[in-house]
């Protein structure tokens, strides 16, 4: 029996960008979709595509789904165990590969595809992804380049690709990304991509729904974040995230209960400032300023993320740079200018072993830092007891929301494959990092548990106005 889309794979696969991801949820048919699409230009002896997992025992449920698709299709098609392809009677070849590890990522150095496909794109980090862009040209005239990937919220690339596809623009709005480049002549030619997200859940498989009517119901079942992703595509809940007891609720922000993102204010001047620190050259640096009321609740109040645009990578500032910039944030922020500021940062900074320290890099441009407390576990311990709300639904950390760094990366941490306890430190985990010394010089114990936010009725508990600036 031929394979035919349903309505969303159909509406997935006429999608022109050169990027689209397909999915959100478990069950809406993704894997079929990116292997369907795989057959576009199959009929052309030239046509070169590839399909990628994490790693090959994964591959092995895409491959036995393709026998049904691709020999339905092409009879005469032939696939190459030993090397992972399948060649049609056109010549044209698809490739099912891995890349378990980022340095796989050369193993398709010099080779070509018209068609990419990552199926759980969340498994891959941004390093692996953006490599193959550059394997992604034509092997004849007139052939058709594009990538194309399915993903479930979650996983160790959630972030990335949430920044990447889910956060920018509403799902089915192209967005675009602009280029450029120096030609042979010193001509700069500039250009444009699109990149687009197609949203699928269990209910947009009809065929599925027909056939097991009581998969929804099991997936309803799962842990309550688990249900959010894989039922609903709810990217900001989602299996393996470290911090969930995070919230970020625009309609809370006036009361500040049940969020912890609010508007800036004032910090009134008998509040403690804090600087905290986290290096990074070929990664980013985070400097993040924190306020402490009498209370002992703490304030993300500013921040200066050294990132290029592209998650993960650093600005290449050295240490004097990033030194100046805090003295000239220092002096000009309302909320910083003519206040003492309590340094804290990463212990190595202070490492002589190999010269001059970083630190005594930038006490040389009057900014001066203490050694933090590194202790892993029991930093993320303060950050979950600051996180979670108390009986009244306030909870010991609250961000501004101009620091848009923060929030876009510290709820996205997930777990360490192998410190189980401990945060991936494969991603962007640069702010929690700077975060966390901060907090280790305030530390408290886990609130008294907090009510549910439908027991709270918001007239009961006034908070102190502050004004907004």
């Known amino acids: 029996m031929i394979w035919r889309p349903q309505p969303r794979q159909a509406a997935f696969m006429k999608r022109p960008e050169f990027e689209a991801l397909y999915g959100g949820a478990a069950g809406g048919g993704k894997s079929d979709a990116l292997l369907a699409e795989a057959l576009r230009q199959a009929g052309k002896g030239q046509y070169r595509?590839?399909?990628?997992?994490?790693?090959?025992?994964?591959?092995?449920?895409?491959?036995?789904?393709?026998?049904?698709?691709?020999?339905?299709?092409?009879?005469?098609?032939?696939?190459?165990?030993?090397?992972?392809?399948?060649?049609?009677?056109?010549?044209?070849?698809?490739?099912?590969?891995?890349?378990?590890?980022?340095?796989?990522?050369?193993?398709?150095?010099?080779?070509?595809?018209?068609?990419?496909?990552?199926?759980?794109?969340?498994?891959?980090?941004?390093?692996?992804?953006?490599?193959?862009?550059?394997?992604?040209?034509?092997?004849?005239?007139?052939?058709?380049?594009?990538?194309?990937?399915?993903?479930?919220?979650?996983?160790?690339?959630?972030?990335?690709?949430?920044?990447?596809?889910?956060t920018p623009a509403s799902p089915m709005t192209t967005i675009w990304q602009e280029s450029s480049y120096t030609d042979p002549r010193g001509r700069v030619v500039t250009g444009r991509q699109g990149r687009v997200f197609v949203p699928s859940t269990v209910f947009d498989n009809r065929v599925l729904m027909e056939n097991d009517p009581l998969y929804a119901q099991r997936l309803a079942m799962l842990p309550e974040a688990e249900k959010k992703a894989l039922l609903y595509g709810d990217w900001d809940s989602f299996s393996g995230q470290v911090f969930t007891e995070w919230r970020n609720d625009p309609a809370s922000y006036e009361t500040r209960l049940f969020t912890h993102v609010i508007p800036p204010f004032k910090v009134p001047d008998g509040w403690s400032i804090y600087r905290g620190f986290d290096f990074g050259y070929t990664r980013p640096f985070s400097v993040g300023w924190y306020a402490v009321d009498h209370d002992r609740r703490v304030y993300r109040i500013r921040e200066l993320y050294g990132c290029t645009g592209t998650p993960n990578e650093g600005v290449r500032w050295e240490p004097a740079r990033i030194a100046d910039a805090i003295s000239e944030i220092e002096s000009d922020d309302l909320n910083l200018k003519g206040r003492a500021i309590y340094g804290i940062a990463d212990p190595s900074i202070f490492d002589e072993s190999r010269g001059e320290s970083i630190a005594s890099m930038m006490e040389r441009r009057g900014v001066y830092?203490?050694?933090?407390?590194?202790?892993?576990?029991?930093?993320?311990?303060?950050?979950?007891?600051?996180?979670?709300?108390?009986?009244?639904?306030?909870?010991?950390?609250?961000?501004?929301?101009?620091?848009?760094?923060?929030?876009?990366?510290?709820?996205?941490?997930?777990?360490?494959?192998?410190?189980?306890?401990?945060?991936?430190?494969?991603?962007?985990?640069?702010?929690?990092?700077?975060?966390?010394?901060?907090?280790?010089?305030?530390?408290?114990?886990?609130?008294?548990?907090?009510?549910?936010?439908?027991?709270?009725?918001?007239?009961?508990?006034?908070?102190?106005?502050?004004?907004?600036?």
């Open 49 to 166: 595509g590839l399909i990628l997992r994490k790693t090959y025992p994964q591959l092995s449920q895409l491959v036995d789904r393709s026998h049904e698709i691709y020999k339905a299709a092409f009879p005469q098609a032939v696939y190459n165990q030993a090397r992972h392809f399948w060649q049609f009677p056109s010549g044209a070849k698809i490739y099912f590969g891995a890349m378990q590890h980022t340095s796989d990522r050369i193993n398709y150095q010099g080779k070509r595809f018209d068609y990419i496909a990552f199926d759980e794109l969340t498994q891959f980090s941004w390093e692996e992804y953006s490599y193959m862009f550059s394997r992604c040209r034509p092997g004849a005239e007139g052939m058709r380049c594009y990538i194309r990937a399915s993903a479930n919220p979650g996983g160790s690339g959630h972030g990335w690709v949430k920044e990447r596809f889910i």
């Open 369 to 469: 830092f203490q050694k933090g407390d590194n202790s892993r576990l029991a930093g993320k311990m303060q950050l979950h007891n600051r996180l979670a709300f108390d009986g009244k639904g306030m909870p010991m950390l609250y961000v501004f929301s101009t620091c848009i760094n923060f929030i876009r990366t510290v709820p996205a941490l997930v777990y360490d494959s192998v410190n189980v306890e401990d945060v991936d430190t494969s991603g962007e985990d640069h702010i929690y990092d700077e975060c966390r010394y901060v907090l280790m010089e305030y530390p408290i114990s886990p609130p008294e548990r907090a009510l549910q936010k439908a027991e709270i009725s918001y007239g009961r508990y006034d908070m102190p106005k502050m004004g907004i600036y």
